[in-house]
T-cell receptor, first 114, second 112 residues
Framework: GAGVSQSPSNKVTEKGKDVELRCDPI?????LYWYRQSLGQGLEFLIY????????KSGLPSDRFSAERTGGSVSTLTIQRTQQEDSAVYLC????????????FGPGTRLLVL | SQQGEEDPQALSIQEGENATMNCSYK?????LQWYRQNSGRGLVHLIL?????REKHSGRLRVTLDTSKKSSSLLITASRAADTASYFC????????????FGAGTRLAVHP
């Protein structure tokens, strides 16, 4: 079946502009995660959604970052007033309710803020 | 902040040789996982080992976990050029969901 998809694959924006990144999880996966990976680094947890529960936003680096998950499926990560340090690969992952340990990752969105 | 620290940061070997990567972590965990990443994009789950397990095998992969030392190792036997990738360990915690904390990874290069 289809895996996790993300769009766009690449995004170049100017400092100060807002960007939206999209994630389509695997159908039937109730848990959805966003991570950020800076060049040559490991993944940094950003936010977690589980069903209708309040999301865990503990990893969001600033109030310029926000995320929504509509209808328990598609998620959008929004970065307002982008800064150069926001440049990174943004990865989305999803997992099954009964097997949260194994996360399935999308290909990521490479964001470059000029 | 990162929980896991992989060692070495980079590893270069010849095809057919074994590759060993190590991971150390700081706090108590529920499970530890290894992921592979090709070309800086999506990660692929390789293997999960729970805190009450000591060793696990999957094909050419062998993972060990020593909770007393807070460390894990990933062994890839008879490596192939296709194994060239970055390998990350990630620790998971109990408490309703599995928020993974990743290390910085080991970059493995397998030369033909």
């Amino acid at each position: 079946g289809a895996g996790v998809s993300q769009s766009p694959s690449n995004k170049v924006t100017e400092k100060g502009k807002d960007v939206e990144l999209r994630c389509d999880p695997i159908s039937g996966h109730t848990a959805l995660y966003w991570y950020r990976q800076s060049l040559g680094q490991g993944l940094e947890f950003l936010i977690y959604f589980q069903g209708n529960s309040a999301p865990d936003k503990s990893g969001l680096p600033s109030d310029r970052f926000s995320a929504e998950r509509t209808g328990g499926s598609v998620s959008t990560l929004t970065i307002q007033r982008t800064q150069q340090e926001d440049s990174a690969v943004y990865l989305c992952a999803s997992s099954l309710e009964g097997a949260k340990e194994t996360q399935y990752f999308g290909p990521g969105t490479r964001l470059l803020v000029l | 902040s990162q929980q896991g620290e992989e060692d070495p940061q980079a590893l270069s070997i010849q095809e057919g040789e074994n590759a060993t990567m190590n991971c150390s972590y700081k706090t108590s965990i529920n499970n530890l996982q290894w992921y592979r990443q090709n070309s800086g994009r999506g990660l692929v789950h390789l293997i999960l080992i729970r805190s009450n397990e000591r060793e696990k095998h999957s094909g050419r992969l062998r993972v060990t976990l020593d909770t007393s030392k807070k460390s894990s190792s990933l062994l890839i036997t008879a490596s192939r050029a296709a194994d060239t990738a970055s390998y990350f360990c990630a620790t998971g915690f109990s408490g309703g969901y599995n928020k993974l904390i990743f290390g910085a990874g080991t970059r493995l290069a397998v030369h033909p």
